[in-house]
């Protein structure tokens, strides 16, 4: 009876490590390919005889990319939205939550209801777009010319992360409020004093989700950042790839590295700073759905 | 008896009497009700700071979710690439007239859209959902922490790709074959294991709309079944030794175990998810089908979004195309809505 178990057991954990061994390879594969494609010579790449290591090396397409004024152009941008897109984001963010998670609030649930809703109903792309331009006029009108700070300020709101922050801000005993309270705290001070810090791992993987959406942001980026120099990263990705799959490109290119080399290239610049955060960052990410998705 | 249940409740019922008095609370009742918005007031004062951080908050919302929304009124109206929305003429329903029952090509692309959309989302449900389920059971068997986290880390890191990136690799490992080069190297596995024809792999997966929903299908699970399964593995790890202890006493095996102690336990994220899923079964990630999508695949690949995008943004029929969005979101926010509520009643669970 005991020796059956075990037999059943011992099969049941070797299918589960080889299929998860053959999902994982499959998720990581295209990556390692890129790489190897990316620094691999014209012919091998373009007849598919690299599989997984690079042959005959080169770096050519790396120092193409990297001597391109533009693409460094794009990797500060991405940066900047990142960075500011962030910021902006978490401070209302946290102003807006830590107001919402408060009893005493009055119009409580009508607050709520007006963040939760836009969960359920978008306007559309049109309606958005058209919205877009108008703030484009108004920022132009009062002298902010960058679209960035457009994309930074007027992009990637999210009712979901606000709501993480308000269950994580209902957790805090309000014991520790109170006593805050009593020694003089003002509102603020108790925000920064007690409510932050105690919310430490929500607020985190906050951030990390606005930060990496803000990395990933592609359509409304392309949408709205007319200036060539002020593109974001994904951006000049794409308009690669499309300009890439034009057949005259094609024609008029050189014989050290294949064109798709430098397409590579570029996905491997633009995932190296995920890749080099991702093994600190995704523990927070687990946690943080785990403690907010759903709420009973 | 029946009196007293059915007399006004500011009543009370005096037993010694028998008769009814006024509740001594009514007053104070009545006084707040009297001076309610003054009472707003002074608590909106004494907590003032409170809602002066509520307010870049609102703004935010207002200016760049809400005020789209006015901008949704141009469905009604006929669309002026000049006038702002307000000064439209109003045209009725007849952008709707023309997107459902007009005898254009329009309205035949229009819901081709729809259908396109229901049919991708619900493939994407079909075959993703069940994935990151699975996935999570596997992690479970895994006894060893560090191979376990490994696994993790390796497969959550799809979800962390941006959707460019992510399309991108698809564009490129499924590329057509060339004068100068051959078919990616994806086309050419596929080709090797009798998959697909050469000649289907030489002219480009993604130039095939046979192919286009398998491709949306298999991106999608490898781009989200590991992230997915977190919940689903909250929930195992979440079962008691004891369970799996006392099942075995009893005899069961590994299948067993799976049926009797880990399926129940997790029946009611399933259910959650399962519901979630169901009611953003029209918010599909336009994103993914615009960098994918191509005129070759039209057919099976254009969704509501792509297909407004197409006419509202690069061509000039901003009202047919806010019109056609408008049906698909309200259709979406009422699937929400009701799975939402259906959850509520089943499982005391609410979403939101």
């Known amino acids: 009876m005991k020796r059956k178990t075990e037999t059943s057991e011992l099969i049941f954990r070797i299918i589960s490590y080889t299929l998860l061994t053959i999902f994982a390879v499959s998720c990581l594969y295209p990556f390692v390919f890129a790489i190897s494609a990316a620094i691999s010579g014209a012919h091998e790449v373009d007849y598919n005889q690299i599989v997984l290591l690079p042959k005959s090396v080169q770096f050519d397409a790396f120092r193409n990319m990297f001597s391109n004024n533009m693409f460094w152009n794009a990797y500060t941008n991405t940066f900047f939205l990142t960075i500011f897109g962030t910021i902006w984001a978490m401070l209302y963010s946290i102003l807006g939550a830590y107001a919402l998670s408060k009893k005493r609030l009055l119009f409580r649930k009508a607050l709520n209801f007006f963040l939760v809703f836009t969960m359920w109903f978008s306007a559309g792309i049109v309606p958005q777009y058209l919205n877009y331009l108008a703030t484009k006029t108004v920022f132009n009108s009062v002298g902010i010319m960058d679209d960035k700070w457009l994309v930074v300020i007027a992009m990637g709101m999210q009712a979901m992360n606000i709501v993480l922050l308000r269950n994580a801000f209902e957790e805090v005993p309000s014991e520790i409020e109170e006593a805050a309270i009593v020694d003089g705290a003002t509102e603020f001070q108790v925000l920064t004093t007690v409510y932050i810090p105690m919310s430490r791992s929500t607020i985190a993987t906050v951030a990390l989700f606005f930060a990496i959406s803000r990395w990933n942001g592609y359509f409304w980026a392309r949408q709205m950042i007319s200036n060539g120099y002020e593109k974001p990263l994904q951006v000049f990705i794409r308009e690669l790839l499309e300009q890439y799959q034009d057949p005259e490109f094609i024609n008029g290119w050189n014989e050290v590295y294949s064109a798709d080399s430098i397409i590579y290239a570029l996905i491997v610049c633009s995932i190296v700073p995920i890749l080099i955060i991702y093994p600190f960052i995704q523990k927070y990410f687990a946690k943080g759905v785990n403690e907010g998705g759903v709420k009973s | 008896m029946a009196a007293k249940a059915k007399a006004a409740d500011y009543l009370l019922y005096d037993e010694a009497t028998g008769s009814y008095k006024e509740d001594p609370e009514q007053r104070v009742r009545d006084d707040v009700e009297k001076h309610y918005w003054r009472h707003v007031w002074s608590m909106i004062v004494k907590d003032w700071r409170l809602y002066v951080m509520l307010i870049p908050m609102l703004l935010v919302f207002l200016f760049w979710r809400y005020f789209p929304m006015y901008e949704l009124l141009g469905c009604f109206k006929v669309a002026d690439n000049v006038l702002p929305v307000a000064d439209q003429l109003f045209s009725g329903f007849s952008n709707f007239k023309q997107l459902l029952v007009g005898n254009t090509s329009m309205s035949t692309e229009f819901w081709r859209a729809l259908r396109n959309t229901f049919i991708l989302s619900f493939y994407g449900m079909c075959f993703g959902f069940p994935m990151p389920i699975v996935v999570a059971l596997f992690f479970n068997e895994i006894r060893s922490n560090i191979a376990r986290s490994v696994f993790q880390v390796i497969t959550y890191l799809p979800k962390f790709m941006s959707t460019v990136v992510m399309t991108s690799l698809v564009v490129m490992l499924v590329q057509q074959g060339t004068l100068v080069s051959e078919m990616g190297i994806i086309s050419k596995l596929l080709v090797s294991l009798k998959l697909i024809t050469y000649e289907t792999g030489n002219s480009g997966i993604l130039h095939n709309p046979a192919f286009f929903r398998a491709v949306y299908v298999i991106s999608g699970i490898w781009e989200g079944a590991g992230y997915d399964s977190i919940v689903y593995f909250a929930a195992i790890i979440a079962i008691s030794p004891t369970s799996y202890e006392a099942a075995q006493i009893d005899g069961a095996g590994k299948m067993a175990q799976m049926k009797y102690v880990v399926l129940p336990s997790i029946l009611s994220t399933v259910t959650i998810m399962l519901i979630t899923r169901i009611g953003s079964l029209l918010n599909i990630g336009y994103e993914k089908v615009l960098l994918l999508y191509n005129a070759d695949t039209f057919m099976t690949a254009d969704v509501v979004s792509t297909f407004s995008n197409r006419y509202g943004l690069e061509g000039a029929a901003k ?34």
């Open chain 2, 319 to 352: 009202g047919l195309a806010s019109a056609a969005e408008m049906m698909n979101n309200v259709i979406g926010m009422l699937l929400v809505i009701g799975a939402n509520t259906i959850s509520r009643k089943a499982s005391n669970t609410s979403l939101y």
